[in-house]
């Protein structure tokens, strides 16, 4: 199986799990702010939800590279040169894949035509992933 295709089947993944985390975090969300008429709700929500997910990826991301769906398909997110990644970066990556794929996933269609079939996000960061081995 292409690389390409073993980061997209992860990312399928990731985002069923994504949904759970998500779900729970609305849950707390609408318990707290019991007003869905307000006029700041609706942006409130997508905010914190922004914010929830980039707190699961980059905590996870610079605390050993790999979200779950990453350790299942053993893929790994790491420096151009190997090396685990810092806080900047994991928040510049996940930054920039919000900009990429909100833009109708320019960002991961990238990958077809770089010249290492790095993400956009990745390019852009200094990262990149890799297979892990066993």
């Known amino acids: 199986m292409s690389r390409f295709w073993r980061r997209i089947l992860s990312m399928i993944y990731e985002s069923l799990l994504l949904v759970a985390v998500l779900f729970i975090a609305s849950?707390?969300?609408h318990l707290v702010f019991r007003d869905p008429d307000s006029v700041f709700f609706k942006p409130a929500h997508q905010?914190?939800?922004l914010l929830v997910m980039g707190t699961y990826f980059i905590w996870f991301w610079t605390?050993?590279?790999q979200t779950l769906a990453m350790q299942t398909w053993k893929l790994r997110l790491t420096t151009t040169v190997g090396e685990g990644i810092n806080l900047k970066q994991a928040i510049a990556r996940y930054l920039f894949a919000v900009v990429g794929i909100s833009l109708f996933g320019c960002g991961i269609f990238w990958a077809l035509f770089d010249r290492d079939h790095q993400f956009l996000h990745d390019r852009l960061a200094g990262t990149r992933i890799v297979n892990v081995a066993g």
């Open 27 to 29: 849950f707390i969300f």
């Open 47 to 49: 905010f914190y939800l």
């Open 63 to 65: 605390h050993g590279g």
